[in-house]
């Protein structure tokens, strides 16, 4: 069954640092996104992407955020200077219009 | 925005028993609800949805139910086993192509054999 993959599954990280967290969506989707879950609180949704483009960010997908999709299979999202309060699960998922399936996830820690 | 709470927080249920979880949306503009199953380490999983146009939908031992004028839905697990104890989120949006999702809070339920 296809699925959605994420790398690194954790990362520890100083706060400041560059970092990158990786997706391969199911092969034939054309809508990625990313999420992420800060420890206690709801799912929340971070930016969609679709035709190599941002078609909706939310508040908290402010300028230290970026997604890229570099080739055909991967989608990445790069967060510039992480804060501690980055500190969070990030789920990638993709959808082929309307049912989105996620990714295990990436625990990313900023210490 | 939309804004979905989703009730119990936590859930103990005997094997064998039903389990229900009750979620409430706040933007009339939702038409599809889906819902997901996340076991420990691993990411959530859809495992039933339902659109506005249905009331109900029934897939073996998990059901949901939507009533659109009260705005909120329902996730029913008959019969239940111990493999189904996870975190289970509810989630709304407005069914369009790569439209986002806004979940629920999420359940934890523990089915004691």
Known sequence: EPEVTQTPSHQVTQMGQEVIL???????????????????????????????????????FDDQFSVERPDGSNFTLKIRSTKLEDSAMYFCASSDPYEAFFGQGTRLTVV | GENVEQHPSTLSVQEGDS????????????????????????????????????????????????????????????ET?????????????????????????????LVKP
């Open chain 1, 22 to 60: 990786r997706c391969v969506p199911i092969s034939n989707h054309l809508y990625f996104y990313w999420y992420r879950q800060i420890l206690g609180q709801k799912v929340e949704f971070l930016v969609s992407f679709y035709n190599n483009e941002i078609s909706e960010k939310s508040e908290i």
């Open chain 2, 19 to 78: 389990a229900v979880i009750k979620c409430t949306y706040s933007d009339s503009a939702s038409n599809y609800f889906p819902w997901y199953k996340q076991e420990l380490g691993k990411g959530p999983q859809l495992i039933i949805d339902i659109r506005s146009n249905v009331g109900e939908k029934k897939d073996q031992r998990i059901a949901v139910t939507l009533n659109k004028t009260a705005k909120h839905f329902s996730l029913h697990i008959t």
């Open chain 2, 81 to 109: 086993q111990p493999e189904d104890s996870a975190v289970y989120f509810c989630a709304a949006s407005m069914e369009a192509a790569g439209n986002k999702l806004t979940f629920g809070g999420g359940t934890r339920v």
